[in-house]
């Protein structure tokens, strides 16, 4: 017959067995993650730069494929015709093509509209944009207009050429002076390639002017 004694000292030898075995096991764990650890956070780290750089390089390429798909034209100019068929030049001292858009962007442009005509218009800027797909022209600052025929010149922070109707407009203010007087307007139209120019205010900005008298000869 067995001794109860005996049986539960053999199974307290079992629980501390069962116990060691759990700790032993546990243990291995723990170093195994001591050792592993390390490294994984030194492998996501380096992946992590490899990234960023991998990143730059790309984004560096893209940039440097984008110059290259850019035109630069010196000292040269466009010419066209509106659907008139008067005739109008876009010159200028640099012309940079985005390969994206297809715009130049324009530097010291120079535009001449109704060539050949009994007056010639000219607008001169600082700066420019040249849209061929939308048949625009728009240049500024520092925009100088010139009309030939009349002597009236006007001083505009910019101007829009529609090279489709020939029409010029700005509504950021304009300040005109010629042989006649002087005028300020909020806003301007110029149609018929300089034949007619209408001004226009808004709000307190209204049309203001004054005409000089006329002489006569004696």
């Given at each position: 017959m067995?001794?109860?004694?005996?049986?539960?000292?053999?199974?307290?030898?079992?629980?501390?067995?069962?116990?060691?075995?759990?700790?032993?096991?546990?243990?291995?764990?723990?170093?195994?993650?001591?050792?592993?650890?390390?490294?994984?956070?030194?492998?996501?780290a380096?992946?992590?730069?490899?990234w960023?750089?991998l990143?730059?390089?790309?984004?560096?390429?893209?940039?440097?494929?984008g110059?290259?798909r850019?035109?630069?034209?010196?000292?040269?100019?466009?010419?066209?015709?509106?659907?008139?068929g008067?005739?109008?030049?876009?010159?200028?001292?640099?012309?940079?093509r985005?390969?994206?858009?297809?715009?130049?962007?324009?530097?010291?442009?120079?535009l001449?509209?109704?060539?050949?005509?009994?007056?010639?218009?000219t607008?001169?800027?600082?700066?420019?944009?040249?849209?061929?797909?939308?048949?625009t022209?728009?240049?500024?600052p520092?925009?100088?207009?010139?009309?030939g025929?009349?002597?009236?010149?006007?001083?505009?922070?910019?101007?829009?050429?529609?090279?489709?109707?020939?029409?010029?407009?700005g509504?950021?203010?304009?300040?005109?002076s010629?042989?006649?007087?002087t005028?300020?307007?909020?806003?301007?139209?110029?149609y018929?390639?300089?034949e007619?120019?209408v001004?226009?205010?808004?709000?307190?900005?209204?049309v203001?002017?004054?005409?000089?008298?006329?002489?006569?000869?004696?």
């Amino acid at each position: 017959m067995t001794d109860p004694a005996d049986t539960r000292e053999q199974a307290d030898e079992a629980r501390i067995a069962a116990t060691a075995k759990a700790f032993r096991a546990r243990s291995r764990r723990v170093q195994l993650l001591r050792r592993v650890l390390p490294v994984l956070i030194v492998v996501l780290a380096g992946g992590t730069i490899s990234w960023i750089v991998l990143r730059s390089v790309i984004s560096d390429v893209e940039r440097k494929a984008g110059a290259s798909r850019e035109v630069t034209l010196e000292k040269s100019r466009f010419l066209g015709q509106d659907a008139q068929g008067r005739s109008f030049v876009v010159g200028f001292e640099r012309a940079v093509r985005d390969g994206e858009t297809g715009r130049f962007r324009l530097v010291g442009p120079a535009l001449r509209l109704n060539l050949g005509g009994r007056k010639v218009t000219t607008l001169t800027a600082d700066g420019g944009v040249y849209d061929e797909a939308a048949k625009t022209v728009t240049i500024g600052p520092n925009v100088r207009i010139s009309d030939g025929g009349s002597g009236f010149t006007l001083v505009t922070p910019e101007a829009v050429v529609d090279t489709d109707t020939g029409i010029v407009t700005g509504s950021k203010g304009v300040q005109g002076s010629g042989p006649l007087g002087t005028v300020n307007a909020s806003s301007y139209a110029i149609y018929e390639q300089g034949e007619r120019v209408v001004f226009s205010g808004s709000g307190d900005n209204k049309v203001r002017g004054t005409i000089n008298p006329a002489r006569s000869d004696r």
